[in-house]
């Protein structure tokens, strides 16, 4: 028997060691279990054919659908003594977001295949690629001005044979141009110094179903102000550049505190925040809808994009991209 603290520290440091053992051969087992589940409702999923899962899962509704009634079979209930018996809500919260995360990640992998960055531009355009005009043809639409001039001759640099400017009168006129396809691509403020980030102009871009590729900082003569401007396009196709890739998306949560889980997810797949803000009621039509941008470099991709679209019924992307200054190239 111990009579000293040291003693007693050995005897809960050994009885810990134990359990924690028989907590990660438990886990073991349960990771299992939910990777065969992830197989039998991908199977059922497909319905025998040989496309990929991950398309069908980012353009049909019933692919969500199978998600759900294959996911009530990982719910459980927490298993915990009367003293613990408070905690029992917050394991088994806990306990059901890991399994979502790790069942997504298994679904997304089935068939074994090595996905490549096209794969997830045409899941976040939900499936529609745009096929853009031969080198030299393809215009860029915007409102010319010194900070957008700059911005276009930015953005041309990383346009495989360049591109030619198309003027436009408003910023609606340059959204309406891209969307009918008279211009491949436009340019729109989204950001300044002074006021912040544009809502209004990221509405535009859902009205007219376009997709931010890339970002440019422009700072003024004098320097001590800047306006970013976003290159926009019919599809997601990110443009090669040095820089961290950032995917930006907005959706909406059951409740505020759901945004934990979702960065916790975002972390799970390899992503790190870049920013979370909730976007007013007014503008998204909803409460508990939110802006959010993560680093996606090195990330599990699939496996994010998997969990947004199983998960996040309200998911909308609204970009993946590079961030650029005007001027650093040159």
């Not at 398309?55 to 049909?60: E, F, G, N, Y």
């Not at 919260?93 to 295949?113: A, M, N, Q, W």
């Not at 503008?283 to 959010?292: L, P, Q, V």
Request: charged share 25%; net charge negative.
């Amino acid at each position: 028997m111990y009579d000293n603290i040291g003693g007693e520290m050995k005897i809960l440091s050994d009885c810990t060691a134990k359990n924690a053992a028989c907590i990660f051969r438990y886990a073991e087992k349960r990771m299992a279990r939910t990777a065969e589940l992830a197989h039998i409702v991908c199977r059922k999923i497909l319905s025998g054919s040989d496309a990929d899962i991950m398309d069908v899962i980012c353009t049909s509704d019933e692919a969500r659908e199978e998600y759900i009634s294959g996911k009530k079979a990982l719910e459980c209930d927490a298993l915990t003594g009367l003293a613990n018996e408070n905690e029992a809500a917050n394991l088994k919260r806990t306990l059901s977001l890991c399994d979502v995360l790790y069942f997504c990640r298994e679904i997304s992998r089935f068939g074994g295949k090595t996905y490549a960055a096209a794969d997830a531009e045409r899941w976040l355009s939900d499936g529609d690629i745009i096929q853009y005009p031969r080198a030299g043809d393809v215009k860029i639409a915007f409102v010319r001005g010194r900070q957008a001039n700059d911005a276009f001759a930015e953005f041309a640099r990383y346009i495989h044979g360049g591109a030619m400017p198309y003027g436009e009168e408003s910023f609606v006129d340059v959204c309406q141009s891209v969307y009918s396809g008279i211009a491949e691509y436009g340019i729109i403020p989204v950001e300044n110094s002074s006021d912040g980030r544009l809502a209004s102009f990221y509405g535009m871009f859902e009205k007219f179903g376009l997709y931010i590729i890339m970002l440019c900082e422009v700072r003024s003569g004098d320097g001590e102000s800047y306006t970013k401007f976003a290159l926009c396009s019919r599809s997601v196709k990110a443009l090669m550049a040095d820089g961290e890739k950032t995917l930006h998306f907005r959706l909406t949560l059951d409740s505020p505190d759901g945004i934990t889980a979702l960065l916790y997810g975002g972390r799970y797949y390899g992503a790190s925040l870049r920013r979370a803000e909730p976007i007013p009621v007014s503008a998204a039509g909803r409460e508990n809808s939110f802006d959010i941008s993560f680093c996606v470099d090195g990330a599990d991709l699939a496996g994010f994009i998997c969990c947004l679209k199983l998960e996040y019924p309200q998911f909308s992307t609204v970009g993946l991209y590079t961030s650029v200054k005007a001027g650093d190239g040159v």
